[in-house]
C-alpha cells in the first residue's frame, strides 16, 4: 500500500496542473446558477470544502457562462446508491440528459440497480448513448477522478486514470436518437451538476478550455 502523503501528493498534482482554473471556491456556490431545483429539498450546499448535493437536494447547478471545448477534471466521492451526473454543453432548460449531454454519476453496483440498467446507463456513460467500460469506479464512500474532455464533436472519459470512453458524436446516426438526443448536436453551453435525490460530495472542481 502506498504510503498516505504520496497519494495526497498525487492527488494535488493532478488538481493543480497548469492551465485549470477553479470552477468552485470551496466556500460558496458563487459562479453557479441553481436551476430546477425540487419543490422541497436543499438543493446543493457547501460542507467542510466540498459540494455537497444532500439527499434531500438536487436539481441542475450549472455554471455561470458557456463552455465549448474544454478540459474537466473532478473529484467525487457518493454514499451508497448515489446517483447524479456532469451536464456539459447544456441549456438552462430541459431534461440535460437530452437537450445537453449527461454524463453518468452512478454507484451502478449497488444492489437496487442490479438487473435494471442498460450498458449506456453505467456511471461514466454519455448517458443513454455511448455505454462506459465498468470497473474503474470504486466503492461506495471512496474518492474518485474523473476527467471529461470535450473537444469538437469528440467525448472522452477517463475515470481514476482509466479511459472508459471515447465517443465520436458524429457516429450516432439513427434519426431517432438523434431526435430524441438533440443535445448531441450542441457545440457550446453550461457545465454542471444533475442532481437525484442522493448524496453526492464533489470537489477540486476545474476546468481548463481548449481551443
Known amino acids: 500500500m502506498k504510503p498516505i502523503f504520496f497519494i495526497l501528493a498525487a492527488a494535488m498534482a493532478w488538481a493543480a496542473e497548469p492551465g485549470f482554473v477553479d470552477l468552485f471556491d470551496g466556500k460558496t456556490l458563487n459562479g453557479w446558477s441553481l436551476v430546477g431545483k425540487r419543490d422541497s429539498g436543499r438543493g446543493y450546499v457547501v460542507e467542510d470544502g466540498m459540494l455537497v448535493c444532500p439527499a434531500d437536494g438536487g436539481g441542475n447547478l450549472l455554471t455561470g457562462r458557456d463552455y465549448a471545448n474544454f478540459v474537466l477534471r473532478i ?5 451508497p446508491g448515489g446517483n447524479n451526473g456532469v451536464g456539459i454543453r447544456a441549456p438552462l432548460r430541459g431534461d440535460i440528459a437530452y437537450s445537453g449531454m449527461e454524463i ?50 469528440r467525448v472522452s472519459i477517463k475515470l ?21 438526443h438533440p443535445g448531441l448536436g450542441r457545440t457550446t453551453g453550461r457545465v454542471g451538476f444533475l442532481g437525484h435525490g442522493s448524496r453526492v460530495e464533489f470537489r477540486n472542481i476545474r476546468i481548463k478550455e481548449l481551443p
Do not use: C
Not at 456511471?123 to 476527467?147: M, R
Not at 472508459?164 to 446516426?173: G, M, N, P
Open 160 to 180: 481514476n486514470g482509466i479511459l472508459i470512453v471515447d465517443a465520436d458524436l458524429d457516429t450516432v446516426k439513427d434519426p431517432a436518437v438523434l431526435q430524441k
Open 104 to 153: 453518468q454519476i452512478l454507484d451502478h453496483d449497488h444492489e437496487k440497480y442490479k438487473g435494471r440498467l442498460k450498458p449506456t446507463q453505467y456511471h461514466g456513460s454519455i448517458y443513454d448513448v455511448f455505454p462506459a467500460k465498468t470497473g474503474a469506479l470504486k466503492p461506495a464512500g471512496e474518492w474518485n477522478q474523473e476527467e471529461i474532455t470535450a473537444n469538437g464533436r
Open 75 to 79: 473529484e467525487f466521492r457518493m454514499e
